[in-house]
């Protein structure tokens, strides 16, 4: 392993981490919801509400975590209370953390998990969200679905895809640059070359499609510039894209992923109602 390498892997071990301390108190106390049943395989959970009625639509929920950390199991509350004011399923798929992978074969791996989704369960319509680095593999994700040209430009061959209809990225990260993101953590040799729209989603949306598009962010996020940039690049362009800043109060600090943190406050159901209304416009 060359001395760059090393650098990588200690640098998502310490962030892997900080991640897990950080999380640990939250995921020993959370309570769920009633009326939604859970269903664990190895590359998803599925979150389905009483009373659900198969309509070929479903949410397909991605975790954060810096893209080195987390597993399905950390968004889980939050997917549950998203089923249940949804009355839809929602698919929470796991992906392989960096930096055993790169950004090109989480993508990848993402698209053929919603292509298994298809296929086992006849969806035929998706809506997509994700917190954080979630964010940024569901907002990706959405125009890889949508347009051949950057499924190309990666050399991906999915095309028996079902329809994003909708994103709705919680508190994303879309400007890797700017976030102190080492870029070779993104590639997994020296010598792999990605192209510079994956860095910046910024330039991806300039350039693609995307489907209608609600972005949540709170005051006290440390991302929330970069998700205010990405809502102004696609007013710009003429896109289909609402914003949602929650303010802190005197009981609630609006910080990063507070949704996910606790989908019980009201700023929280507040994103869980622009994200169903999104599908649903």
């Not at 310490?14 to 897990?20: A, F, L, R, S």
């Not at 798929?93 to 791996?109: A, F």
């Not at 910046?200 to 693609?208: N, Q």
Request: glycine share 6%.
């Amino acid at each position: 392993m060359s001395h760059k390498r090393q650098k990588i892997v200690e640098y998502a071990a310490e962030y892997k981490m900080k991640c897990e301390e950080n999380d640990a108190p939250r995921l020993a106390a959370e309570t769920f919801p009633e009326g939604v049943t859970v269903d664990c395989a190895d590359d998803k959970e599925i979150y389905t509400p009483e009373g659900f009625a198969d309509n070929k639509e479903a949410f397909v929920l991605i975790h954060g975590g810096g893209f080195v950390y987390g597993s399905a199991r950390i968004d889980r509350r939050f997917g549950m209370h998203l089923a249940k004011a949804s009355g839809r399923r929602v698919f929470s798929l796991e992906y392989t953390l960096m930096p055993s992978v790169g950004i090109k074969d989480q993508l990848r791996e993402l698209l053929d998990g919603i292509v298994r989704i298809k296929d086992e369960y006849g969806i035929e319509k998706i809506h997509l969200t994700g917190d954080s680095a979630g964010g940024y593999l569901s907002f990706a994700v959405s125009m890889l679905i949508r347009n051949r040209e950057m499924r190309n430009i990666l050399r991906f061959t999915e095309t028996d895809l079902p329809e994003a209809v909708s994103v709705s990225p919680i508190c994303g990260v879309f400007t890797l640059a700017d976030h102190e993101f080492p870029r070779e953590l993104f590639t997994m040799s020296e010598d792999e070359i990605i192209p510079d729209f994956l860095y910046d989603l910024k330039e991806a949306a300039g350039r693609f499609d995307v489907p209608k598009t609600y972005i949540s962010t709170g005051d006290m996020d440390f991302l929330k510039q970069d998700n205010r940039d990405l809502y102004e690049t696609l007013i710009a362009k003429g896109d289909d894209a609402r914003f949602y800043e929650a303010v802190s109060n005197d009981s609630r600090e609006m910080k990063h992923v507070y949704a996910i943190f606790d989908p019980t406050w009201d700023e929280s159901v507040e994103v869980i109602k622009g994200i169903i209304e999104n599908a649903d416009r």
